[in-house]
């Protein structure tokens, strides 16, 4: 056991023995470790006065021998630090509030080469204080390049997000064009269309208000088709009302651009207006057809259409082509179903029309008429007076048919100067009525051809009644048209009733 604890002793003996340098003094591994770091060591007394610095700090705060030695004054360190334009005057007077209160403080400077060094402050017992003084400009770059990179990546997070939103809204709005595409596409009719137009606009821009115009037959002016919002129909407005037409492209005003008012919109608001608005011609086929003009001003925040002026533009490239192509239905349709001299419709249309209005009053119970009529003695008028004053007659009675019956009656030339006009609900009273209203306005009619006035234009008229004259058309038509020659028989410029048929089954 003695001998175990003596060796023990040893063993401490020569763990706490010091460790002699080359020069054979010991070694003091305190001043070691100071000599040794990376940072640069400076120790201040609570004086202020340098008592011991290594070597590092030369290198770290890129100073002279002469500009730091022990009995140095942190006075004056610090205002040669200041003089280098490494700290401000102010943080110098910081720092010496700091020291003086004690506690551990920090603060980074600039060296004239660029470098960042930061300060590191720590209180001593005895009142003085350690500083440490670290190279962070390799840090201070990585943090900047750090931070660039991560808005870097922000931004394109940003743009990335932006740009789905945009492809989103984009694809929202090509789902509504294609809504609104097939509703114009199957719509009948040109009532249908504007019906159409309205509701869509008022359902996509919400709080957006507008009108939309369609040129006349006459191309002199365009015609109120529909409006939505608050925006207020023109019945008419001029071609040169509108800069958009006039200029043959989309126009948008802003009242702090250059902008002009469209006449159609300062007669509407008496004043020029003090919102924006945009003002789209219709062309479809190189041909304008209309005009839309669109207002913004009241669009509600939530609609879900983020471009409403490319939107509004998209939508009139729609419109145009769905009015044109309705348009030239109807044109062909008229081809086909009306007389091209009279604008009535024509012999094919008529039968057809005939035989659905046979077939409603015979499933709901009530009568319809059929009026045959011609002109007195044609074939005598053209011969005396040829045949474009015989055109000039034919043109006159489809007017009148036109005017005295604008309802529901379908007014017909059968061919040459056969005339018809079926009244769907009318009975042999009501017929009898028109047929005369009939006869009297063509001979009330005055026409002018060549310099003088051509003879007075008279009509034979025949009338037949469902049921009472039959159940078909062609019962209709040749009982109308044996009460014809019946009023020819009886002098002409007249009007007679066809023969009733007996019911079946009576003697």
Partial sequence: MTKQIRAVDKMANATTAPIMGRDGKPIDWNEEVVYSMEQGILVWSREGVCVMHNTRVFEVLELKKSELAVGTTRKDFLAAAAARGEITTDKVAQAEERFADGKPFSFDRKLPSGRTVTTNVRPVRGGGSVVTFTDITKAKRAEAELALAKRQADRSHEQAREALMEQQARQREARVIAELDEWLQTCKSLDELFLIVRTFMDRSLPGSAGELYVYSNSRDVLDGACDWGDAGLHDHIAPDSCWALRR??????????????????????????????????????????????????????????????????????????????????????????????????????????????????GRKGHECALIAFDADKFKSFNDNHGHDAGDMVLRAIGQQLTELFPGDEVPCRFGGEEFALLLPHGGAAEAHAAAERLRTGIEAVELRYGGGTLPTVTVSSGVSVYPACGTLPQDLITAADEALYQAKADGRNCVRAAKQVPPLGAS
């Fill in 248 to 361: 043959g492209r989309a126009y948008a005003y802003s009242p702090e651009g250059i902008s002009f008012t469209c006449d159609h919109v300062s007669d509407q608001h008496h004043e020029p207006p003090s919102e924006n608005y945009l003002c789209l011609p219709i062309i479809a086929h190189g041909d304008t057809v209309g005009l839309m003009h669109i207002r913004f001003d009241t669009l509600d925040s939530a609609c879900p259409i983020k471009d409403p002026n490319g939107f509004a533009i998209q939508v009139s490239e729609h419109v145009s082509l769905a009015i044109a192509n309705v348009k030239l239905r109807d044109e062909l349709r008229d081809q086909s179903t009306r007389d091209p001299l009279t604008g009535l419709y024509n012999r094919r249309y008529f039968l057809d029309a005939m035989r659905n209005a046979l077939s409603a009053a």
